[in-house]
């Protein structure tokens, strides 16, 4: 491997979604974005719902990710996800669906009822699938 380069992959528990050369690495981490480039101090950081943001070149490619963790070493990043797509995987049916029942559940719920903030994440994610597969797919018409 070219030592200018990070070596990513992206792991979920059902299958392996990435694993190539890059540039470098944006994250959404537990207390913030966090990037990542060739030669960074090594550290281990909770990955939350959102957009990991890599690059190849001068090219932004992007991965809507759920719950995991990261692990940063000098020329690789490690990242285990409960869940990760990238937007051309992303059926946009099933992620409207899942919004729509996320927020008719938030709707009878009250914030003292345990299942309240499971269907707060559910529709965050719901959310940031449509808006990856939204914004960062090419040539989107929905």
């Not at 000098?74 to 995987?89: F, G, K, M, Q, S």
Request: glycine fraction near 6%; hydrophobic fraction near 40%; charged fraction near 30%.
């Amino acid at each position: 491997m070219d030592s200018d380069k990070i070596r990513l992959e992206i792991a979920t528990p059902y299958r392996q979604v990435l694993d190539v050369e890059v540039d470098e690495v944006i994250a959404p981490g537990e207390e913030g974005q966090f990037g990542v480039l060739p030669g960074h101090t090594p550290f281990l950081s909770t990955i939350t719902v959102g957009e990991l943001i890599y690059r190849q070149g001068n090219q932004l490619r992007y991965v809507a990710v759920a719950h995991g963790y990261a692990e940063v070493e000098y020329h690789r990043v490690t990242v285990l996800l409960d869940a990760a797509e990238l937007p051309e995987e992303i059926d946009v049916d099933r992620a409207e669906a899942a919004r729509r029942r996320a927020e008719g559940r938030l709707a009878e719920l009250s914030q003292e009822d345990h299942d309240f903030y499971d269907a707060l994440a559910a529709l965050d994610r719901a959310m940031n699938r449509l808006h990856v597969v939204r914004t960062r797919t090419p040539n989107y018409k929905g």
